[in-house]
């Protein structure tokens, strides 16, 4: 295991799991309540004086996410032990399965990810129109939005092997101003028609 990553606690409680924080910090979700999780995935990140450590789900819980702590809210303050999220279990294969079309949805979309952590822009300035929007058609070179780095803005720019030359936006994953981590997905991509 690498030392920027925190496989969480679990505490079992009849047909659910919770998942408790590793230490005092700031809780970074990657998750939202409802949503399906399971083992090895990472649900967040814990930003202990300015060093973010990825939180992943430990081996054996997979489920729907049926509580998180803070709400909505991208940021949550918490102490050692606290409940981050309550999982209702299922069995590992169901729920990876699940995951995985989750992951996936639309049926058939790839994922662009954000090459590294930061705060995400979805536009130049507050009082410009965003970059990109659900149903838009991206292309290789294009800019999809900024992500803040160190009071450092950067483009994210539409680019990877794995992905084609020119795709649709299905879903914008993280809102104006979400944190997000190295790898996490900031838009769903169905390939383009024709």
């Avoid at 919770?18 to 970074?28: D, E, H, K, Q, R």
């Avoid at 995985?100 to 058939?108: I, K, N």
């Amino acid at each position: 295991m690498s030392d920027d990553r925190d496989v969480l606690r679990v505490r079992a409680e009849g047909g659910a799991s919770t998942l408790l924080a590793p230490s005092v910090g700031i809780f970074l979700p990657a998750v939202t309540e409802g949503a399906l999780v399971a083992e090895r995935q990472s649900i967040g990140a814990i930003d202990v004086l300015g060093v973010q450590r990825a939180l992943i789900v430990p081996v054996g819980v997979s489920g729907r996410v049926t509580r998180r702590i803070g709400g909505e809210r991208t940021r949550v303050p918490v102490q050692y032990g606290d409940v981050l999220i309550t999982v209702a279990t299922m069995t590992a294969t169901r729920a990876t399965t699940s995951a995985s079309a989750q992951a996936r949805e639309p049926a058939g979309s790839l994922s662009f990810a954000a090459p590294m952590s930061g705060r995400f822009y979805s536009r130049p300035s507050p009082n410009e129109p965003v970059f990109v929007s659900v149903g838009d058609t991206v292309s290789h070179g294009q800019t999809v939005g900024l992500l803040e780095v160190m009071k450092t803005f950067n483009r994210l720019v539409y680019q990877g092997e794995d992905l084609p030359g020119t795709a649709t936006v299905a879903h914008i994953v993280p809102s104006d101003g979400d944190d997000v981590l190295r790898g996490d997905p900031i838009l769903l991509l169905e390939p383009s028609k024709g």
